[in-house]
């Protein structure tokens, strides 16, 4: 995983648009460097009143990259 992280963040993200979201996922679960340069492809989200969506929509909302 390690020689992967040392192509630029260009590269890496070309190589996750063509993975799907389930391999990014697990990707970014490798280490903290593969979370912080592959991003997730989110293209909806589902909420309802429940408090702990209101916290997933308040993150959604507060964060520079997916908001």
Aim: glycine residues 2%; hydrophobic residues 45%; charged residues 20%.
């Amino acid at each position: 995983m390690g020689s992967l992280l040392h192509l630029p963040t260009e590269i890496i993200t070309l190589i996750c648009n063509y993975l799907p979201n389930g391999s990014i996922k697990a990707l970014r679960l490798t280490c903290e460097e593969a979370c912080n340069t592959a991003r997730l492809r989110l293209n909806r989200v589902f909420l309802s009143a429940n408090p702990l969506n209101i916290s997933v929509f308040r993150a959604i909302a507060d964060s520079e990259i997916f908001r």
